[in-house]
């Protein structure tokens, strides 16, 4: 085949949503756009373990502690098939980890915010697990089969993780007037943050288009926000809790909510390092590696040892 019947063979597989496997011949482009967004989608959720990870020595009972610990695992698994998926398009983990270490590559913008209360673990879980679900379930049908075979899986603990977000929101909403404030201030710091991990505005997106067109992506930042900003404010309804959007409003003509003007400024000065936690994420994130180098080369020594035992045996 030349050149330009792989590529005819590649667009005909997209138009027919037959998913690329690693071994089909992809453009280039494609390739460094999946390795871009599944390693950026992992150090997401390695570095999304922080901010709760930091909450699971004072959660307020032994269940809501054993919980919060299963959810911070989940993360760790979704981080590790993530990098799994990402190799498979001839990348090294160790390259990965290395951009993530150095700052090179980006992580979402929402765990540069600090988690100040014990209603911030049920604002995460609402919100922050409620925008991701929302963005990754129609990741499932991504045209990358390694990538959407992931997605399957990671949205169905996402699935859990949301659900016990609201549930911590709903005991605090019906608890005493302090758990209800600080419900409330949960979500006044959330809600903005959540909105912004959908990215830029598609006029502002320099890769949606294509990865539309290449059906990585199957909606446009605009419109997943807006389907969680339609399902997320019945949801406070429920919560009887406040939108903090004095511009919130049905609109029947559109058949969605119109929302308030989202602060883009904070959004790119976040991306670009200066939120409140980037430099402390960053930091623990390096710490864990340079003080595990020990476990992975425990685990590698061992390896080794049985490999070289398992040549002996059969060489015998
Ligand atoms: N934060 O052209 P755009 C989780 C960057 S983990 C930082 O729209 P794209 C969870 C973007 O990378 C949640 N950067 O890009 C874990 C690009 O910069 P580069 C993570 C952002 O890729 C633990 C530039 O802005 N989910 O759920 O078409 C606990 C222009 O943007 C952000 C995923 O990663 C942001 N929020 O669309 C709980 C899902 N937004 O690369 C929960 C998979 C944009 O050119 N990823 N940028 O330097 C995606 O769906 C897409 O990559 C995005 C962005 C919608 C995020």
Same mark, same amino acid.
Not at 109 to 119: E, K, M
Not at 241 to 247: A, H, I, M, R, S
Not at 274 to 277: E, M, T, V
């Given at each position: 085949m030349t050149v330009h019947s792989f590529q005819e063979h590649f667009d005909d597989l997209i138009d027919r949503e037959v998913t690329i496997e690693p071994k089909d011949w992809m453009p280039d482009d494609y390739r460094k756009t999946l390795i871009r967004q599944i390693s950026q989608h992992a150090h997401s959720e390695i570095v999304g373990m922080l901010p709760e990870g930091n909450w699971i020595t004072r959660a307020p009972s032994l269940r809501r502690k054993a919980v919060l610990l299963a959810k911070v695992q989940d993360e760790a698994g979704h981080g590790l098939y993530l990098y799994s998926a990402a190799e /498979? =398009?001839?990348?090294t983990r160790d390259t990965l980890y290395d951009q993530l270490h150095t700052g090179k590559a980006k992580y979402s913008?929402? %765990? !540069?915010?600090? /988690? =100040? /209360?014990?209603?911030d673990m049920g604002a995460v879980g609402w919100l922050v697990d409620g925008a991701a679900i929302m963005n990754q379930v129609p990741l499932c049908r991504t045209s990358y089969g390694p990538y959407a075979r992931a997605m399957v899986r990671v949205c169905k603990e996402e699935s859990f993780h949301q659900r016990q977000g609201f549930e911590i929101m709903l005991t605090l909403s019906k608890g005493t007037e302090i758990q209800k404030k600080l419900a409330q201030d949960a979500f006044n710091r959330w809600w903005w943050p959540s909105l912004m991990? %959908?990215?830029?505005?598609d006029a502002e997106s320099p890769h949606t288009a294509q990865s539309v067109r290449w059906r990585i992506?199957?909606?446009t930042n605009d419109e997943l926000r807006q389907k969680f900003v339609d399902v997320t404010v019945e949801q406070a309804k429920v919560l009887g809790? /406040?939108?903090?959007?004095?511009?919130l409003k049905w609109n029947e003509e559109r058949g969605h909510f119109d929302f308030g003007v989202i602060n883009w400024d904070e959004f790119w000065n976040v991306v670009k390092g !200066?939120?409140?936690?980037n430099k402390q994420r960053l930091e623990t994130r390096k710490k864990a590696w340079e003080e595990g180098k020990w476990v992975r080369d425990a685990a590698m020594a061992h390896a080794e040892k049985r490999k070289a035992r398992k040549a002996v045996k059969e060489a015998a």
């Open positions: /498979t =398009l001839g990348v913008s929402i %765990f !540069n915010y600090p /988690t =100040l /209360t014990w209603a991990m %959908f990215g830029p505005p992506k199957r909606l809790l /406040t939108v903090p959007d004095k511009d !200066n939120g409140p936690c």
